[in-house]
């Protein structure tokens, strides 16, 4: 049975900085396509980082620069740092993977439950 579960979300001031955590079983993640996610209260789910199979980090445009995806082999976990938070960032955060290449929504097999990221004064 595949598992991701999420952690370290919470509530944060603008411009503060959070560590998310993805730590999955049952499936691994190095050699894998897997990432983040979001979705805003009211709106669409939407990517925002993904590692690809062969390693390469893509970022959504409105995180670039402030944002870093990396993974821990021996933990089989993925991380998303966070910097200089917006309130435009808060919103459920997810974790996926894919047994395929393709970082997108609809391609991703197994998803976590998501932890909730709070970005306000």
């Known amino acids: 049975q595949v598992m991701l579960v999420e952690s370290g979300g919470g509530f944060v001031q603008p411009g503060g900085s959070l560590r998310l955590s993805c730590a999955a079983s049952g499936v691994t993640l190095n050699g894998a396509t897997a990432g983040w996610f979001r979705q805003a209260p009211g709106k669409e789910r939407e990517g925002v980082s993904c590692?690809?199979?062969?390693?390469?980090?893509v970022y959504q445009n409105a995180v670039k620069g402030r944002f870093t995806i990396s993974r821990d082999n021996a933990n089989n976990t993925i991380y998303l740092q966070m910097s200089n938070l917006k309130p435009e960032d808060t919103a459920l955060y997810s974790c996926?993977?894919?047994?395929?290449?393709?970082?997108?929504?609809?391609?991703?097999?197994?998803w976590g439950k998501g932890t909730l990221v709070n970005v306000s004064s």
């Open positions: 996926a993977t894919t047994r395929g290449y393709d970082c997108v929504v609809y391609g991703m097999d197994y």
């Open positions: 590692l690809t199979s062969d390693g390469l980090p």
